[in-house]
């Protein structure tokens, strides 16, 4: 493993630590939705809500201590509220669409997870790099 990342650029790299960190909370926010859903019978939207707020705090560290290795570069109360702001943006993206895919049209919600897996990291990665945790040196 150490052989490949050194064939790797520090952005490569960089992509690679937010893919990965994104799978685990991913696998997390998903496993949640997933048994909010199933078992517990709340709607689609809510359960999206509720794991939601309990994924974002596995991200929020993973993400600014293992993908953009931030420890004390950044303010931990502006970059917090930034990415909070950011997961906001995702969780209206995210919402509207198992709203729409699951609540609406009645499509399995595994179709909700596939576009939550495809599409939402983009976007997040992209806020995060260029706002969240942009620091001079970026």
């Not at 939705?33 to 993973?62: C, D, M």
């Amino acid at each position: 493993m150490e052989k490949i990342l050194k064939l790797l650029s520090p952005s490569q790299q960089r992509v690679l630590r937010f893919l990965i960190v994104g799978f685990v909370v991913t696998i997390i926010h998903n496993g949640l939705y997933l048994a909010f859903f199933r078992f517990l019978e709340i709607s689609s939207t809510a359960s999206n809500f509720l794991a939601f707020i309990i994924s974002v705090q596995f991200s929020y560290w993973g993400h600014r201590l293992i993908t953009f290795k931030k420890k004390e570069v950044v303010s931990t109360k502006e970059s917090f509220v930034k990415f909070v702001t950011t997961a906001l943006i995702n969780l209206g993206i995210s919402s509207i669409v198992s709203f729409l895919l699951v609540d609406k049209m009645e499509f399995h919600p595994y179709y909700f997870i596939a576009f939550n897996v495809c599409v939402l990291p983009f976007i997040s990665f992209t806020l995060m790099k260029l706002w969240v945790f942009k620091t001079p040196s970026n």
